[in-house]
């Protein structure tokens, strides 16, 4: 554990909580999001809560409540829409109030549905526009390495972000800067808007591709968290002198069986009454 | 058949007269009869980064051919190659202004406004991070051809919220807009002029002093006033001088800022009654010349009002001063096309 642990309420107390029982929260914090819009991009949330729990209880250094504190790690959301599944990691890790979760999407919230840099702290970007991520995640670490900084940025990717050239850009560019300092996390559902990303324009054998440019890649399965922690310290750890990747393989609605059989769940359809059917069937495995 | 697919198909024909030599793609503006600087972007930025840590330069690919070289020189551990990669270019921008830094982005306009359009949007002006974007061959400046010729450059960044818009006529204002682009808290896209850059300004007015939004009177005259920004106040003012020998008195308005527009001044200068012709090394479409008529018509100020700019099409490969002369920037049918308003 990484996190700074002083001036925490000890209502939300951060030690001695599993990351399986993290990751739980998380995907029970978006679910409660979604029912109170009635919909959202829950299913991202679901698959990727346990990259999340592991990022931001294991491997992220941060303060809670001083999101622009100097020393933290920088964590992007490249993927705008998953802001959703980052409010309830942020809620989780008591840096945006659990109370606030009944104004997701409102008008005047601090959460709309897109993640944007202006509303939310702890949202270190405006995403939403996909490919944009990692190039703005080379700028941050050149500018971390000027100032001397040892802080990692994370940036948390879509599979379907592989299809924007600008992505490969800035893949070629952290080479060309030995940015030893990022590390990109691909979340890999293999489902984009209109079916599976495989059938676009990611066809498989991800992490050689990574390789070849020269990258420390790592494909692990994304809802395995002691997998997940292995790689996130093996990433962090690495000798050599270029970025890293971690390709998450994860299951879109992980840990809500009736959603996961869903055959399109990009925007998942969740009827009004599944809501509290989902929650129940969540509530029924709560890890210790 | 088009003329187009004429030139397309192989016959032999009768080779045209040489008449310029040149449509090479970097030569500096010619300077028509002014003192020159050279590169007074390169040697503002290396005077303001003596003081200033926080500025870095970046460039794709095109240092070189926007006098950022000079930085790099100077400063070779805070310029940043990042390559044929535009997209980049600007994001990276954005993480270094995150960061703290106050990053100077360079490649042509043509890229920037065309290729890296959602990158300086999303990742710059939405976050209102302070990257400066610096950029060569904007509008007319070169006889490249559409590639490289961005004729509607201002008619792609108006429209950007929180992005302030310069457009200098010479080597003053070069110099002196990269001060104030720093002590702007904000986003800025620069049209550059690089090379050997004209000094045309003091020599009309040698006080004036280049200010972040404010248009300034150059030249006064009672029968025409016109509006203009960039090379085209260069051209206007060598215009009125051989108007002034047919007996019209024309004014300039120095508009350097696009946006935020100087509408006050504007708006002052435009209702005295005479003629006003806006110019602009810009298409007619979206530029200086319809954020004027805007100004004027909201205000409800009507006066007689003409546009000089290129016109709406894709324009021609050749010598700029073909093309200038072809497409009406030139001194000659500025003067001309004034007097065929009076």
Known sequence: MSQETAALPSSNPRLNVSLARRAWGIRRKALQMGEV??????????????????????????????????????????????????????????????????????????????????????????????????GIAVGMALGLKRK??????????????????????????????????????????????????????????????????????????????????????????????????IICNTLMCKGVPFLEARESNHFVRVEADEWTKALEILDQGVPA | MTALARARKYEP????????????????????????????????????????????????????????????????????????????????????????????????????????????????????????IVCGLPGLTTGYGPSHQASEDLAIFRGLPNLTIIDPCDAADVTQMVPAMIAHDGPVYARLLRGKVANVIPRYKPDYRFELGRAQMIREGGDVLVVSSGIMTMRALDAAERLAKDGVDVAVLHCPTIKPLDSETILREAGKGRLLVTAENHTVVGGLGEAVAGTLLRAGVTPTFRQIGLPDQFLEAGALPTLHDMYGLSTEKVADQIKSWL
Request: proline fraction near 4%.
């Open chain 1, 37 to 134: 819009q009635g919909q959202g991009y829950v299913g991202q949330a679901l698959g990727v809560a346990d990259v999340l729990a592991v990022s931001y209880f294991h491997a992220l250094t941060l303060r809670a409540r001083d999101p622009e504190w100097e020393g933290r790690d920088r964590f992007l959301l490249s993927i705008g829409h998953y802001a959703i599944a980052l409010y309830a990691a942020l809620i989780e890790a008591d840096v945006l109030p659990e109370n606030e979760i009944a104004t997701y999407g409102m008008d005047d919230s601090r959460m709309p549905m897109s993640g944007m840099a202006s509303y939310t702290p702890g949202m270190e970007i405006t995403g939403g526009s996909l490919g944009h991520g990692l």
């Open chain 2, 13 to 132: 024909r009768k080779v045209p007269e040489v008449k310029v030599a040149t449509s090479a793609m970097i030569a500096s503006l010619a300077a028509e009869g002014y003192d020159t600087v050279s590169a007074p972007f390169g040697h503002a930025l290396n005077a303001a980064a003596k003081d200033d840590p926080r500025i870095v330069g970046l460039s794709a690919d095109l240092a070189k051919y926007t006098d950022l070289h000079i930085f790099a020189q100077e400063n070779p551990d805070r310029f940043y190659q990042m390559g044929m990669a535009e997209q980049l270019l600007m994001s990276a921008a954005a993480g270094l202004a995150h960061e703290g830094f106050i990053p100077f982005a360079t490649t042509y306009s043509v890229f920037a406004s065309r290729r890296a359009y959602d990158f300086i949007c999303m990742a710059i002006a939405e976050e209102n991070l302070p990257v400066k």
């Open chain 1, 148 to 245: 001397g900084g040892d802080q990692f940025v994370y940036n948390l990717m879509s599979d379907g972000e592989l299809g924007e050239g600008s992505t490969w850009e800035a893949v070629m560019s952290a080479t060309q800067w030995q940015l030893d300092n990022l590390i990109c996390l691909v979340d890999f559902n293999n489902q984009q808007a209109d079916g599976p990303t495989r059938a676009a324009l990611a066809v498989g054998a991800e992490a050689p591709k990574w390789e070849a440019f020269g990258w420390f890649a790592q494909e692990v399965d994304g809802n395995d968290i002691d997998a997940l922690v292995a790689a996130f310290d093996a990433a962090r750890s690495h000798a050599g002198k270029g970025p890293r990747v």
